[in-house]
């Protein structure tokens, strides 16, 4: 379990980074496809590795936190279409949304009930 929650945060991390780059880069380049390309990849790695981790709380089973999974994988397919179908403002409303999800799941792993919280907190 330990290895899962360990590659989840290296590609969570790595998914906020790349992130703000590809945001921050201009569109339409090489460099923005390739490096979006890879960001789709890492935050694939974030979703759906999110399933694996369970048991946290008293229930132990999926928490609120994987719909944020869910919608992720949802708006990364829509994107991907959209930009394919030449829908450049869908494609970058999705990829915001997908973006934003990742900084709000991760103010809520500070939770101090949650895994990562709790490491920094003591819960």
């Not at 394919?84 to 934003?100: D, L, T, V």
């Amino acid at each position: 379990m330990q290895a899962v929650i360990g590659i989840h945060i290296a590609a969570a991390l790595s998914a906020l980074t790349l992130g703000i780059v590809v945001l921050c880069s201009p569109k339409g380049t090489k460099r923005h496809k390739l490096l979006g390309r890879i960001w789709v990849v890492v935050m694939s790695v974030v979703a759906i590795g999110s399933f694996s981790i369970r048991g946290l709380g008293e229930h132990g089973g999926l928490s609120w936190i994987h719909g944020l999974s869910i919608f992720t994988l949802i708006a990364m397919v829509y994107s991907i279409y959209m930009i394919r179908k030449g829908n450049r403002r869908a494609h970058f409303s999705a990829m915001i949304g997908s973006f934003i999800g990742v900084i709000v799941a991760g103010l809520f792993t500070l939770d101090p009930d949650r895994i990562i919280g709790g490491f920094f907190f003591g819960g």
